[in-house]
């Protein structure tokens, strides 16, 4: 049977499992979209407004199911417009494929219309960036390019179409299914070494992390942790991927990391870190564990050899995957029981804060968010003071869930809460963004409302960007330059793309407010009155000036 390559791509990847995909169109890959207009129910195509948006979706897609994220974008401006998602998916070791209608092959390299060598602009970007030149390869490369996002860290592959590839006539057969992978295991001999050294440990820590856990992997960790009485730490922004209600789980090492978690890694004479990638943030700007080789005896476990040894020397490197590890490891003995004991009372400790000055309160807010949603939430933010709330102050039990950057992407929360919707549309889903946050995407609300995949948004409006704000105030305190925003009208907004919207002016009425959210059938924007004096949960805005001109005058 003859067909052209966008028919052959899109037949691929159905066989492959893609049922969702994301984009915007465009001239260079109609064919696609032609051979997509036959597959509704079998391969969605979600019409987004903004390429950055539709990579966003496609990256959030791939990190909250586990299957790779599609995203179709044009040449040129759609490509680098879509840059932002694909860095994200890296960061994240979220699986993804990014497809980019290119110049037909007889233009390459004449700097025609839209032209970017796609290999040399997502190279360092993605885990992997190939074009088609040859139409019958087609199948091999869509192939390689599905196992290379799910396999070892999961990661974003770019792969470019020339125009004439799409509409080129091949009888090349499409793929008939994606390979059987099975995760690699430790060794026995791995097993017993880790086994050995937390046995021999006074302080022994868990750091867990990555989005390719299984909920049997899942369970076996937990398991396994529990009988060991070890304290586990999520890596920055994983701290989904553990049950929070846990006895032994005692918190996130992320930006902002609290007190007591720098105190746990710093001061621990083994850390057994599964799935984890060292990240600046994970690590407190690498400075709680030593570069190159850690105090601490560090046992690093992850499926991908590149990420053993990459910045830490461990101690016992393991290259296996995270599910396979925790099914292999049987319960250790030892005499931490109090230390694992302070570290979560210092855990339950942190939810405690001030009343916050303004309107509305998010420390209530936070406590009956934490009493009121499903157990199966979904939670996504993008970036900026606001994040605090749901990354700081919501404990995630077995089935809730959170998307969030990082690689600190602002206006990732709005399109990633509409890919959890079109991912899982029964669900609660909702968005935490601040006004500055959901202005980079909020057009987005139209990919929503035209895909019936509506969350639930929760505007935190102060008026400022308050990340700059606050370190305009560190360092330059009272010179505020470039961080006050003057907003439009949210409600408005929000009522023009068909969500029920309204404004939350003080914390009393907040819980009738997300009432009526809830109920809503086409999903709901609540602006949230927040005072700019509210810029974290436990210094004011003010007293941050104050302490920085105090410090100022003393080494004057």
């Not at 405690?352 to 009493?371: H, I, N, T, Y």
């Not at 509210?534 to 007293?543: D, E, F, I, Y």
């Amino acid at each position: 049977m003859m067909r052209n390559g966008g028919q052959l791509l899109v037949e691929c990847l159905m066989a492959l499992g893609a049922t969702k995909s994301f984009g915007v169109p465009g001239e260079s890959y109609l064919a696609v979209l032609d051979a997509l207009h036959d597959t509704e129910g079998r391969l969605d195509y979600v019409l987004c407004r903004n390429e950055g948006g539709a990579a966003f979706m496609a990256s959030a897609y791939g990190k909250l199911t586990g299957s790779p994220g599609i995203c179709f974008v044009t040449r040129g401006p759609g490509a680098t417009n879509a840059g932002i998602g694909v860095h994200t998916a890296m960061q994240d070791s979220s699986p993804m494929l990014l497809f980019v209608g290119q110049v037909g092959t007889d233009m390459k390299g004449r700097e025609a219309f839209q032209e970017v060598d796609y290999r040399a602009a997502f190279g360092t970007l993605a885990k992997w960036a190939v074009e088609i030149d040859e139409v019958s390869r087609l199948p091999e490369i869509v192939a390689r390019a599905w196992t290379t996002a799910l396999t070892g860290r999961p990661g974003p592959v770019v792969v470019a179409l020339p125009e004439d590839m799409l509409t080129t006539m091949t009888g090349a057969a499409p793929l008939r299914g994606p390979a059987t992978m099975f995760e690699p295991a430790a060794t026995a001999a791995a097993v017993a070494a880790t086994h050995e050294m937390l046995a021999a440990a006074r302080r022994p820590v868990i750091l867990i992390g990555g989005t390719n856990w299984t909920a049997e992997g899942r369970t076996a960790l937990q398991a396994f942790t529990e009988a060991s009485d070890i304290p586990v730490v999520a890596a920055f922004r994983f701290q989904d991927q553990f049950d929070n209600g846990s006895p032994v789980f005692v918190g996130e090492a992320g930006v902002g990391m609290v007190p007591h978690v720098k105190a746990l890694i710093r001061e621990a004479d083994v850390i057994l870190a599964i799935n984890v990638r060292f990240g600046e943030m994970t690590t407190d700007g690498y400075t709680l564990l030593s570069v190159p080789e850690p105090s601490q005896k560090l046992i690093h476990v992850h499926a991908s050899d590149r990420e053993i040894g990459k910045i830490y020397i461990p101690s016992v490197g393991i290259h296996a995957g995270p599910n396979a590890f925790a099914k292999a490891m049987t319960p250790v003995e030892g005499g931490w029981a109090e230390w694992r004991a302070k570290a979560r009372a210092s855990y339950e400790g942190a939810f405690k804060a001030p009343a916050q000055p303004g309107p509305v309160d998010m420390v209530e807010v936070s406590a009956w968010l934490r009493e009121n949603l499903p157990d199966d939430v979904i939670l996504t933010n993008g970036a900026g003071n606001f994040t605090v709330w749901p990354n700081k102050f919501f404990k995630f039990g077995p089935k809730a869930r959170l998307l969030a950057p990082q690689s600190g992407a602002m206006g990732y929360g709005l399109p990633a809460a509409i890919a959890a919707k079109v991912a899982f549309p029964e669900r609660t889903v909702v968005c935490f963004a601040g006004d500055g946050d959901f202005q980079m995407n909020c057009q987005e609300l139209g990919t929503a409302m035209q895909a019936e995949a509506q969350p639930i948004v929760l505007i935190l409006n102060n008026g400022i960007y308050g990340t700059i704000r606050a370190h305009q105030e560190r360092h330059y305190p009272g010179r505020v330059s470039g961080t006050n925003i003057e907003n439009p009208d949210f409600v408005g907004l929000a009522s023009s793309y068909r969500f029920h919207s309204e404004r939350v002016e003080s914390t009393a009425d907040f819980a009738a407010a997300f009432g009526r959210a809830l109920a809503s059938p086409t999903g709901a924007v609540l602006e949230l009155a927040i005072s700019p004096e509210a810029l974290t949960p436990r210094q004011t805005l003010s007293q941050m000036r104050e302490a920085a001109l105090a410090s100022q005058k003393a080494k004057a």
